[in-house]
């Protein structure tokens, strides 16, 4: 079967079909999510604090994300794999852009690139689109500005707001094909999905959004402190610890392996 495509968006958005996104970091969790039928991976840069063991987005490399990307492509048949451009893999000009975007497409398979920012980074949004490379834009709490923003907060109260939603028509005419609206009141992301004529993707932007976006580990009770966004369908954490301890005592006591587990 073939994968989705930002078409499939555009149709979503036109019915009224809400839909998921979900991050992916690994090929393994790329075929589980795909066999249950997520249609959007994310290779977020969210692996720096989920998989790399980093305070958050910043340290995350191009090459790390091309290995993670090309995990997710090789484990998944059927999802549209988009991958994050990190920080420092895009900003400073729409060659650096090009660039970048061109080696997570074809060193990992990727179908399209994300990018944090709205009118400070259209000329290289337009930059792709013109070079046949799909453009998720990401604006609200986007996670590599976290500096600025003084920590991970809700934007866009007050009079910050218009600021956003000017970002986001600019990203729409530089040719977004989407737009992740991260943290931001819902609604202001209620007034947003209803001016653009592309979808919005939400994660802690309320109900109104077009498609929702979550952290995987978040979802499955692995993150230690879950953001309150987000919501976990399992308590993996608890469930895997108890798991390995159990296997750690069976080794200890030497109940493992069995006979039936070893070989003549
Ligand atoms: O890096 C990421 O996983 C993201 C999502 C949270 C939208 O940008």
Same mark, same amino acid.
């Given at each position: 079967?073939?994968?989705?495509?930002?078409?499939?968006?555009?149709?979503?958005?036109?019915?009224?079909?809400?839909?998921?996104?979900?991050?992916?970091?690994?090929?393994?969790?790329?075929?589980?999510?795909?066999?249950?039928?997520?249609?959007?991976?994310?290779?977020?840069?969210?692996?720096?604090?989920?998989?790399?063991?980093?305070?958050?987005?910043?340290?995350?490399?191009?090459?790390?994300?091309?290995?993670? #990307?090309?995990?997710? !492509?090789? *484990?998944?048949?059927?999802?549209?794999?988009? &991958?994050?451009?990190? $920080? @420092?893999?895009?900003?400073?000009?729409?060659?650096?852009?090009?660039?970048?975007?061109?080696?997570?497409?074809?060193?990992?398979?990727?179908?399209?690139?994300?990018?944090?920012?709205?009118?400070?980074?259209?000329?290289?949004?337009?930059?792709?689109?013109? #070079?046949?490379?799909? !453009?998720? *834009?990401?604006?609200?709490?986007?996670?590599? &500005?976290?500096?600025? $923003? @003084?920590?991970?907060?809700?934007?866009?109260?007050?009079?910050?707001?218009?600021?956003?939603?000017?970002?986001?028509?600019?990203?729409?005419?530089?040719?977004?094909?989407?737009?992740?609206?991260?943290?931001?009141?819902?609604?202001?992301?209620?007034?947003?999905?209803?001016?653009?004529?592309?979808?919005?993707?939400?994660?802690?932007?309320?109900?109104?959004?077009?498609?929702?976006?979550?952290?995987?580990?978040?979802?499955?009770?692995?993150?230690?402190?879950?953001?309150?966004?987000?919501?976990?369908?399992?308590?993996?954490?608890?469930?895997?610890?108890?798991?390995?301890?159990?296997?750690?005592?069976?080794?200890?006591?030497?109940?493992?392996?069995?006979?039936?587990?070893?070989?003549?």
């Amino acid at each position: 079967m073939a994968r989705y495509t930002v078409l499939d968006l555009a149709a979503w958005k036109k019915s009224g079909k809400p839909f998921a996104m979900l991050t992916a970091y690994d090929s393994t969790m790329a075929s589980v999510f795909d066999q249950a039928g997520v249609p959007i991976l994310l290779v977020g840069d969210s692996a720096g604090n989920n998989f790399l063991g980093h305070e958050n987005t910043i340290p995350v490399t191009l090459d790390e994300l091309i290995s993670l #990307s090309r995990a997710v !492509v090789k *484990g998944s048949e059927r999802a549209l794999v988009i &991958s994050d451009l990190p $920080f @420092g893999s895009y900003e400073a000009s729409t060659q650096l852009a090009l660039e970048s975007s061109i080696r997570l497409l074809k060193e990992a398979g990727a179908a399209g690139v994300k990018l944090e920012g709205g009118v400070r980074v259209c000329e290289q949004v337009r930059a792709l689109v013109n #070079s046949g490379i799909p !453009v998720m *834009g990401h604006l609200g709490m986007t996670p590599q &500005s976290v500096n600025a $923003f @003084g920590g991970f907060k809700v934007q866009g109260r007050d009079s910050k707001a218009d600021e956003i939603i000017k970002d986001a028509l600019a990203l729409q005419e530089a040719g977004a094909f989407a737009i992740v609206l991260e943290l931001i009141p819902a609604k202001l992301a209620k007034e947003i999905t209803e001016t653009l004529s592309i979808p919005t993707i939400g994660i802690g932007a309320g109900i109104n959004c077009d498609g929702q976006v979550l952290v995987w580990t978040d979802l499955m009770g692995l993150t230690p402190k879950p953001p309150r966004f987000s919501r976990a369908y399992l308590n993996l954490r608890q469930e895997m610890a108890e798991a390995v301890g159990r296997w750690v005592l069976d080794v200890e006591s030497g109940s493992f392996p069995s006979a039936k587990e070893s070989f003549d």
